[in-house]
């Protein structure tokens, strides 16, 4: 059964830091190139990262987080992560995991990020 699993979301004051996890199963991990959503109520849910699958591992990032979050994978764990420091209001969103392979595409059901004092 095919599944993508996010934790890691919560509460977090401005400049604070979370760690997003995402762990797959059901697919073959490796081949798939894994990436971060968000969604803010009322907003279209944006790529905020994005790791390539295979023997590649690059990244891209949205503007809006580079030099402050880190995407990464661990293939023998099917899990992906976003390390996210340096966190800003703005950044406050539901998180979605994302699998993107050669014919398929999965969503994870999302994981909230909340950034207030």
């Known amino acids: 059964q095919l599944q993508l699993v996010e934790s890691g979301g919560g509460w977090v004051q401005p400049g604070g830091s979370l760690r997003l996890s995402c762990a797959a199963s059901?697919?073959?991990?490796?081949?798939?190139?894994m990436s971060w959503y968000r969604q803010a109520p009322g907003e279209e849910r944006d790529l905020v990262a994005r790791?390539?699958?295979?023997?590649?591992?690059?990244?891209q990032y949205a503007d809006s987080v580079k030099g402050r979050f880190t995407i990464s994978r661990d293939n023998a764990k099917n899990t992906v992560f976003l390390q996210m420091n340096s966190l800003k209001p703005e950044d406050t969103a539901v998180y979605y995991c994302?699998?993107?392979?050669?014919?398929?595409?999965?969503w994870g059901q999302g994981t909230q990020v909340t950034v207030s004092s």
């Open positions: 059901g697919f073959v991990f490796s081949t798939y190139h």
């Open positions: 994302y699998a993107n392979g050669p014919s398929t595409s999965y």
């Open positions: 790791i390539s699958g295979g023997a590649g591992g690059r990244t």
